[in-house]
């Protein structure tokens, strides 16, 4: 397939849906920019086919057909907003996060959004997931006997009891 053809329609293109989608791309050489609705992520939303779409994925459809079962539609210019076809690719869940990792665009340590934004990652009891509460937790650490015995105790891991007790969890709880 030529350079040219990757940038046109096919020709079962609903005209109305490309008129509608073009409305909110900046085309200005090398990425396609969405000028559309867009989520925090940056990625855009297009109405399409009865629902709401990311806006990379109706591009897919208009210039490369249907989207293979369960795959994800990646950036090669990894720009969220980006819906120019030759810039993207199907993949697995699996090949995009590694694409993403391989990039950099994990954040992680220092750039997760718990270090970022402590505020926002709820601790302790609060967190809905949580076994434990304080009073378990200051149990466990007063607690005399092997790990799997309190483990066994409380109904958690030994590997929670050892966090625990030497404070790599609940470190709040006093």
């Known amino acids: 397939m030529a350079d ?6 096919l020709p079962n293109a609903d005209a109305t849906v490309l008129v ?14 969405w000028t559309g609705s867009r989520n925090r992520q940056g990625y855009g939303s297009f109405r399409f086919a009865g629902g709401q779409w990311r806006a990379h994925r109706v591009a897919w459809e208009l210039f490369r057909g249907p989207i293979p ?4 539609i990646c950036h090669r210019c990894d ?3 980006c819906v120019r076809p030759d ?3 199907p993949g697995t869940r699996a090949e ?8 950099g665009r994990t954040a992680t340590g220092e750039r997760h959004v718990s270090r970022l934004h402590p505020e926002r990652t709820p601790r302790g009891e609060a967190n809905g997931l949580s076994v434990l509460t304080a009073d378990k937790v200051r149990a466990i650490r007063a607690a005399t006997g092997s790990g ?4 066994a105790r409380f109904g958690i891991s030994e590997s929670n009891v050892s ?9 709040h709880v006093g």
């Open 4 to 9: 040219a053809d990757l940038l046109t329609p």
């Open 20 to 33: 509608r989608f073009f409305a909110k791309v900046a085309v200005a050489g090398g990425c396609w920019m």
């Open 69 to 72: 079962t369960g795959a994800d």
């Open 79 to 81: 720009n969220p907003p």
């Open 87 to 89: 810039h993207l690719f």
């Open 96 to 103: 995009n996060m590694a694409d993403c990792r391989m990039k």
């Open 148 to 151: 799997h015995a309190i483990a």
């Open 163 to 171: 966090m625990v007790r030497n404070r790599k969890t609940w470190k």
